[in-house]
């Protein structure tokens, strides 16, 4: 299987569907790289032909709120199949944010009301999912039904991290979704951790009084585990 370099963003799709692999599910995730929150997964499965050719689709971070909300909406009409994982901070902390990410997607997968014949994944392969899959270094640029899970996760995410603004108001998380930001760590300092915190992070471990301070110039969004500190990429 080929697919040009200008293929454009269903290149993907009309490359498997060609070798006969039909239905396909793309699945991505949005708040591996936040400290406050749940980890959100999604995944789509879009239809062959026009009906799965989304206005204005495109990776979520390159969109505009208002953009995401209308593709969300158009993702939902279209997909043959989508689905939705949510993962809360107590999880993430019990699991490690790299074993989250991959168990949120596997369930993701898992979840789709139409079982794919392949599954496309953004960055890294995923292993467990009961289907043969392709990791696609920056899926969610490159390929539609990743794209479109990208957006799902994305929105859902935002929505809900509003909904933790009404309940923690004092944290801004409407405006910086749970991700480290000056305005987060200034609250953090002032008055501590959450309940929707991530404790695994340095950062909250620090405003929490478990790490020390100096270590405040290496330690910003990095999480702490049994081997030392791994550096969290940001998703936002």
Same mark, same amino acid.
């Given at each position: 299987?080929?697919?040009?370099?200008?293929?454009?963003?269903?290149?993907?799709?009309?490359?498997?569907?060609?070798?006969?692999?039909?239905?396909?599910?793309?699945?991505?995730?949005?708040?591996?790289?936040?400290?406050?929150?749940?980890?959100?997964?999604?995944?789509?499965?879009?239809? *062959?032909?026009?009906?799965?050719?989304?206005?204005?689709?495109?990776?979520?971070?390159?969109?505009?709120?208002?953009?995401?909300?209308?593709?969300?909406?158009?993702?939902?009409?279209?997909?043959?199949?989508? *689905?939705?994982?949510?993962?809360?901070?107590?999880?993430?902390?019990?699991?490690?944010?790299?074993?989250?990410?991959?168990?949120?997607?596997?369930?993701?997968?898992?979840?789709?009301?139409?079982?794919? *014949?392949?599954?496309?994944?953004?960055?890294?392969?995923?292993?467990?999912?009961?289907?043969?899959?392709?990791?696609?270094?920056?899926?969610?640029?490159?390929?539609?039904?990743?794209?479109?899970?990208?957006?799902?996760?994305?929105?859902?995410?935002?929505?809900?991290?509003?909904?933790?603004?009404?309940?923690?108001?004092?944290?801004?998380?409407?405006?910086?979704?749970?991700?480290?930001?000056?305005?987060?760590?200034?609250?953090?300092?002032?008055?501590?951790?959450?309940?929707?915190?991530?404790?695994?992070?340095?950062?909250?471990?620090?405003?929490?009084?478990?790490?020390?301070?100096?270590?405040?110039?290496?330690?910003?969004?990095?999480?702490?585990?049994?081997?030392?500190?791994? *550096?969290?990429?940001?998703?936002?």
């Amino acid at each position: 299987m080929t697919v040009r370099r200008d293929a454009g963003i269903y290149g993907y799709e009309r490359a498997l569907r060609r070798a006969g692999l039909d239905p396909i599910a793309g699945v991505d995730e949005a708040g591996r790289g936040a400290c406050a929150g749940p980890l959100v997964a999604g995944a789509v499965v879009l239809p *062959s032909g026009k009906a799965g050719i989304v206005p204005g689709l495109a990776d979520s971070k390159l969109l505009t709120e208002a953009a995401r909300e209308r593709v969300y909406a158009q993702v939902v009409r279209r997909a043959l199949a989508w *689905s939705v994982v949510v993962v809360d901070n107590e999880e993430c902390d019990r699991l490690g944010m790299h074993v989250a990410n991959v168990e949120a997607l596997r369930r993701a997968v898992a979840r789709l009301g139409t079982r794919p *014949s392949y599954v496309l994944t953004d960055g890294f392969p995923v292993d467990g999912l009961g289907v043969p899959g392709l990791a696609v270094w920056k899926g969610d640029r490159v390929a539609a039904c990743i794209a479109a899970a990208s957006v799902i996760a994305k929105v859902t995410r935002d929505r809900l991290m509003v909904g933790l603004h009404e309940e923690w108001p004092a944290y801004d998380f409407r405006t910086h979704k749970g991700y480290i930001t000056d305005v987060h760590e200034a609250a953090l300092a002032e008055h501590g951790p959450s309940p929707v915190h991530r404790m695994r992070f340095v950062n909250v471990r620090r405003a929490a009084g478990l790490e020390p301070v100096e270590d405040r110039a290496t330690s910003v969004g990095t999480e702490q585990t049994g081997t030392g500190l791994d *550096s969290m990429e940001e998703d936002a």
